[in-house]
Nanobody, 123 residues
Framework: QVQLVESGGGSVQTGGSLRLSCAASRGTFRPINMGWFRQAPGKEREFVAGFGWPVGSTRYADSVKGRFTISRDNVENTVYLQMNSLKPEDTAVYYC????????????????WGQGTQVTVSS
């Protein structure tokens, strides 16, 4: 079993930045098998960012490309989501996601979810 502990959400104005963190409780867990989703009010949960092949590559939803950056710390078993140039449409609960094996993609079956952290962007 793996617990994912998120932090870093909050409220910012349009154009602002936030950095989300997600720490995996199991020391042997691989951060490369982690990623981020979000769910806005009244909408389905959607993929935001994850890692891919070749090692070191990343993938993003079209709506966040060029503004969000996913990164990882393999020593701390932590994944980060740096969010810049935030827009009101980025307002959502952001969830850390993890799989026992394989990369996180928009259609991944997720093994573990974080508790979610609220991000609110005001105009």
């Amino acid at each position: 079993q793996v617990q994912l502990v998120e932090s870093g959400g909050g409220s910012v104005q349009t154009g602002g930045s936030l950095r989300l963190s997600c720490a995996a409780s199991r020391g042997t867990f691989r951060p490369i098998n982690m990623g981020w989703f979000r769910q806005a009010p009244g909408k389905e949960r959607e993929f935001v960012a994850g890692f891919g092949w070749p090692v070191g590559s990343t993938r993003y939803a079209d709506s966040v490309k060029g503004r969000f950056t996913i990164s990882r710390d393999n020593v701390e078993n932590t994944v980060y989501l740096q969010m810049n140039s935030l827009k009101p449409e980025d307002t959502a609960v952001y969830y850390c996601a993890a799989k026992e094996a394989g990369y996180i993609t928009p259609r991944s079956a997720i093994d573990y979810w974080g508790q979610g952290t609220q991000v609110t962007v005001s105009s």
